[in-house]
């Protein structure tokens, strides 16, 4: 929204709303949250010291402290739609300082935000009720807050349900686009709006065999070019128990401690790619997540595989290989909180070796990224140094250090989404690991 000046957020509900409380209450309530931590950082950076350094510069644009000082300057109030009522407006009100305080302690990198966002957000409305004179509009660059437009594709209560003589309809199935995995039968955003008229003028009755096709000629074309067997570079980070010794070749990685503020410290040349898959490195501590999806992965020490449809590699040792056939939450309730112990056990034995681990899943972006935040807080310390889990007798299993972990990890594994099912069961192996040690 920053670099493009807003942004548009489609979603739809149930009959007989005209919007989401994901557009009615979230989406405004993370706006407000957003600005005020800005906010915060921007009055921090011009109250540090008598002037303006090049830091406070950027964060507070063309160096006018006094501009940005004043509260009327940048807009860090709730805007809400005016069909919530006054009650539940002065509720969400009341807990905005509680919210934008929790945000600012998970270890969020607000200094980046800052510098990318010079408008605070702002969310408008559109329905298909809504009527807009176009004429009337004026250039996004002439407002005083950057667009967050939130349109509701859900039709008025009064309009009839649309139906085809096929087997698909246009009625409204809550949640249904949550998991593209069910429904989208391979099909990925960059293919979609490339061949988007194909699948349009379609209709519903040819678009199944129109994805097949448009997805298995992809799929062909990446294999002729080799794009599904990429050779990952592997570059070995030293993290010794008193101190943290990065890697200074080729491919720099920077330590960053989870607790350390996040403008000082960027994550830099935490990925490696060749055709479109990566793996990610986080930080210092020999773990990196990936997909199951890609070849290449020999050159690991040793591989962590939750995916329960792959096989691979087939000639590993047991102390280099191990298999977790982990399904997510929705398929199996205690699937990933069952086989937790066994994937830490695994992790702690090579990482007491110094071996480079890859822990990787079907999409790399949701198991792998749940396994890897279980062992980083299971087996190490604040700084994000392996210590075989002595800092994790000391501390308290509590949401909160589970999130600053969960954060710190997606500042490298930028691809990260984690679904609340299986971080419910990390955290409950958290708890039980927790009680299990001695007094």
Wanted: proline content about 5%.
């Amino acid at each position: 929204a920053g670099e493009r000046g807003g942004c548009i957020i489609v979603d739809s509900t149930r009959k007989g709303k005209r919007f989401p409380d994901s557009m009615a209450k979230t989406i405004p309530i993370w706006c407000c949250v957003l600005n005020r931590a800005i906010q915060r950082h921007r009055l921090r950076a011009i109250n540090q010291g008598s002037g303006l350094n090049s830091e406070t510069s950027a964060v507070v644009p063309n160096g006018d402290a006094e501009e940005y000082s004043g509260s009327s300057n940048w807009d860090s109030s709730v805007h809400l739609p005016v069909w919530v009522l006054e009650t539940e407006k002065n509720a969400i009100e009341g807990h905005i300082e509680e919210w934008a305080d929790l945000f600012e302690s998970c270890g969020a990198d607000i200094h980046s935000l800052a510098l990318g966002l010079q408008k605070p957000l702002r969310p408008l409305w559109i329905s298909q009720n809504t009527r807009i004179w176009l004429n009337e509009v004026p250039d996004h660059q002439l407002w005083d807050f950057t667009p967050i437009i939130l349109v509701s594709a859900s039709a008025s209560g009064a309009v009839a349900t649309q139906r085809t003589a096929s087997e698909f309809s246009w009625r409204y199935i809550p949640g249904a686009g949550d998991d593209e995995e069910s429904w989208a039968r391979g099909l990925t955003p960059t293919l979609f709006w490339k061949h988007s008229y194909d699948l349009l003028d379609g209709g519903p009755d040819l678009c199944n065999q129109l994805v097949a096709d448009i997805v298995e000629k992809d799929r062909v074309y990446r294999a002729q070019r080799g794009e599904h067997s990429p050779q990952v570079i592997v570059k070995h980070v030293k993290c010794s128990r008193h101190g943290l010794e990065p890697y200074t070749g080729d491919h720099t990685i920077i330590a960053q401690p989870m607790n350390s503020n996040p403008s000082t410290i960027a994550p830099a040349n935490t990925q490696y790619s060749n055709g479109g898959h990566v793996v990610f490195w986080i930080g210092t501590s020999n773990l990196a997540v990936g997909s199951t999806m890609q070849d290449g992965l020999a050159d690991m020490d040793c591989i962590l595989n939750c995916d329960s449809t792959s096989r691979l590699p087939p000639s590993s040792s047991e102390d280099s290989y191990l298999e977790l056939p982990i399904v997510g939450s929705k398929d199996e309730r205690f699937s990933l909180l069952n086989n937790l112990p066994k994937a830490v056990s695994f992790a702690k034995k090579n990482l007491i070796a110094r071996r480079k681990m890859l822990l990787c899943c079907q999409n790399g972006e949701d198991i792998s990224i749940c396994v890897a935040l279980a062992i980083i807080t299971r087996l190490f310390s604040d700084t994000g140094c392996f210590d075989c889990g002595e800092s994790f007798m000391r501390r308290d299993v509590t949401k909160l250090e589970m999130r600053k972990r969960l954060v710190f990890i997606c500042k490298y594994a930028v691809n990260a989404r984690p679904s609340r099912g299986n971080l419910r069961q990390v955290y409950g192996f958290l708890c039980n690991e927790k009680e299990q040690l001695p007094c």
